[in-house]
C-alpha cells in the first residue's frame, strides 16, 4: 500500500515547488531571501529550505506587489506586514508604497498605457535604486522570456526616460545610463551558453555553417538591441557571436571568413553610420573548402539604414522579425 502523502502545510513546499507556483526563478527566491529578508527558516536534515504556508502567503502577495509596479524592497516590507495588496493596483506613475504604506512620488515618467510592472521600474530608475532595478528587469526576463520583457517592459521604460531626457535638458541623462546598464547585465545574464564547436585556423577554411554573428557597424554604439537578439537567440538555442559596439571593418569581415556564419546581423542606429558598401562587402564574403563556397545572409537591424539599404538585404521591423529570420537563415 503507498504510503500517504504528507499535507503541505505540515512538509512545507521545497525551493523548486514554490519557484513553479509562483511563475519565478529560484535564483528570485534566493535573491529576495538576501536582500529583503522573505526568506524560510525551516530546513531539512540535509538542510534543504521547506516553505511554510506563512512563507508562502507572503511571497505570494510579494509577487503581487511587484507586478503591480511597487519595488520589491517595498514590496517585501508590505508583504511580511500584510498590508492591503489591493493598494497597489491603484498606485499612480512614479508612486508607490514607503514603510508605513503610503502612497508617494518620485519622478513620473511620460510611459502611457503600459503594463505596471514598467511604473514600478520607471520608478526604481528616477530613485536611481539599483538593486530594484535590477531585481525587476530580472523578474521580467523570468516571466515573460527575453522578447516578452524586451517589448512589454524594458523598451517602453527606455523610450520614456529618452523622451525625458529630450524635454528636459540634461537631467535624466544619469537616469538613462543607470537604466541602460542594468538592462544590457540583465540580457547578458539571460545569454546562454550555446555550445559550438571552435573555428578552425584562419588556414583551413570552415566546411560547416557557424555561429551567428552580431556586430554594430563602425562609429555605432548602441547595442542594446542586439544585445536582446543575442538573448533571445539563445533562448532558442542558437548559437551565436556577439562582437559588440563599433566593430572595425576588416576585422568584421576576418571574423567572418574564420567563422562562416550562415548569417550577419549588422546594427546601425544613426543614418551617419550605415554603410551600404560595408554591408554589400561582408554579404559578398565567402567561406568554406572550394567548391562549395558560402556567403552569409546580412540582416540590416536598426533605424540607420533607412534609405541607404542595399536591396536583397532583408530589414526586420523589430526584434520578433530579427528573431524569425535569423533562425530561418540559420
Same mark, same amino acid.
Given at each position: ?25 529560484? =535564483? ?16 531539512? &536534515? ?93 523578474? +521580467? ?64 577554411? +570552415?566546411? =560547416? ?25 539563445? &533562448? ?17 569581415? +576576418? ?76
Amino acid at each position: 500500500m503507498a504510503r500517504e502523502r504528507e499535507p503541505v502545510s505540515e512538509v512545507g513546499l521545497t525551493t523548486g515547488a514554490l519557484a513553479r507556483r509562483l511563475g519565478v526563478s529560484p =535564483t528570485t527566491l534566493r535573491s529576495w531571501d538576501r536582500r529583503y529578508g522573505v526568506g524560510t527558516e525551516v530546513r531539512t &536534515e540535509g538542510r534543504h529550505r521547506r516553505w511554510s504556508p506563512q512563507d508562502v502567503a507572503v511571497l505570494e502577495a510579494m509577487c503581487r506587489l511587484t507586478s503591480a509596479g511597487v519595488p520589491p524592497a517595498e514590496a517585501a516590507r508590505a508583504a511580511r506586514a500584510g498590508l492591503d495588496v489591493s493598494a497597489a493596483q491603484d498606485v499612480p506613475d512614479g508612486g508607490g508604497l514607503d514603510g508605513d504604506g503610503r502612497s508617494h512620488a518620485a519622478g513620473a515618467l511620460p510611459l502611457g498605457d503600459v503594463r505596471q510592472e514598467c511604473r514600478g521600474l520607471a520608478r526604481a530608475a528616477v530613485r536611481l535604486d539599483a538593486p530594484a532595478v535590477d531585481d525587476l528587469l530580472t523578474a +521580467a526576463v523570468d516571466r515573460h522570456g527575453v522578447v516578452g520583457a524586451w517589448h512589454d517592459v524594458m523598451m517602453p521604460v527606455l523610450h520614456a526616460v529618452g523622451r525625458k531626457w529630450e524635454t528636459s535638458g540634461d537631467r535624466y541623462v544619469e537616469v538613462e545610463h543607470l537604466l541602460s546598464w542594468h538592462v544590457s547585465t540583465t540580457l547578458r545574464r539571460a545569454t546562454r551558453r550555446v555550445d559550438q564547436p571552435a573555428p578552425p585556423p584562419e588556414a583551413a577554411p +570552415a566546411t =560547416t555553417p557557424g555561429p551567428v554573428v552580431l556586430a554594430c557597424v563602425p562609429g555605432e554604439q548602441h547595442t542594446l538591441a542586439l544585445e536582446a537578439l543575442t538573448a533571445a537567440l539563445s &533562448e532558442r538555442g542558437v548559437p551565436t557571436r556577439m562582437f559588440g559596439a563599433a566593430v572595425p571593418a576588416e576585422a568584421l569581415t +576576418a571574423a567572418v571568413r574564420r567563422l562562416g556564419p550562415p548569417v550577419v546581423v549588422l546594427w546601425a542606429q544613426a543614418r551617419s553610420t550605415a554603410s551600404a558598401p560595408l554591408a554589400a562587402h561582408v554579404a559578398g564574403a565567402r567561406w568554406g573548402a572550394r567548391g562549395a563556397r558560402r556567403r552569409p545572409l546580412v540582416v540590416l537591424g536598426g533605424t540607420g539604414w533607412s534609405g541607404s539599404a542595399p536591396s536583397g538585404m532583408p530589414r526586420p521591423g523589430g526584434l520578433n522579425e530579427a528573431l524569425e529570420l535569423v533562425c530561418g537563415g540559420y
